[in-house]
C-alpha cells in the first residue's frame, strides 16, 4: 500500500520558521520527482517546489524562493520542506507529492501530472 504521511505543520508567528516531513512507503522512492503542493481556503492547489530523484536538483515557486528549502534522504524516503521567514500568506494546507520519473531535470507543476498524495498538514502563520 503506498503512503505519504506528512507532518510538521503548526502555528507559527509571521517570520518564523517550519521544516514539514513526508515519509513515503510503499513504492521505490527513489524512482520519483518529490513535490510539494499547498492550498489555502477558497483557492487553488499551488504548486511550491519540487526535488528531483537523487536530490541534486530542484526547483521552486517564485513566491517561496529564498524562503522555502526542499530536500531529501532516500534511505529515509522522506522529503522535507523547511520554511523560513514565513508570511500570513503562506497559511495553508501543505501536501507532497510523488511523480515517477527517469529526468531529474524535468518537474510537474501540475497536480494531475502526479501518481501519489500525502494527506497534508496545514501550516498556520498568525501573530
Known amino acids: 500500500e503506498v503512503q505519504l504521511q506528512a507532518s510538521g505543520g503548526g502555528l507559527v508567528q509571521p517570520g518564523g520558521s517550519l521544516t514539514l516531513s513526508c515519509a513515503a512507503s510503499g513504492f521505490v522512492f527513489s524512482d520519483y520527482t518529490m513535490s510539494w503542493f499547498r492550498q489555502a481556503p477558497g483557492k487553488k492547489p499551488e504548486w511550491v517546489s519540487s526535488?528531483?530523484?537523487?536530490?541534486?536538483?530542484?526547483a521552486s515557486a517564485d513566491s517561496v524562493k529564498g524562503r522555502f528549502t526542499t530536500s531529501r534522504d532516500n534511505t529515509k524516503s522522506t522529503v522535507y520542506l523547511r520554511m523560513n521567514s514565513l508570511k500570513p500568506e503562506d497559511t495553508a494546507l501543505y501536501y507532497c507529492?510523488?511523480?515517477?520519473?527517469?529526468?531529474?531535470?524535468?518537474?510537474?507543476?501540475?497536480?494531475?501530472?502526479?501518481?501519489?498524495w500525502g494527506q497534508g498538514t496545514l501550516v498556520t502563520v498568525s501573530s
Open positions: 507529492a510523488a511523480r515517477e520519473t527517469s529526468d531529474s531535470r524535468r518537474f510537474y507543476l501540475k497536480p494531475q501530472e502526479y501518481d501519489y
Open positions: 526535488i528531483g530523484r537523487a536530490g541534486g536538483t530542484a
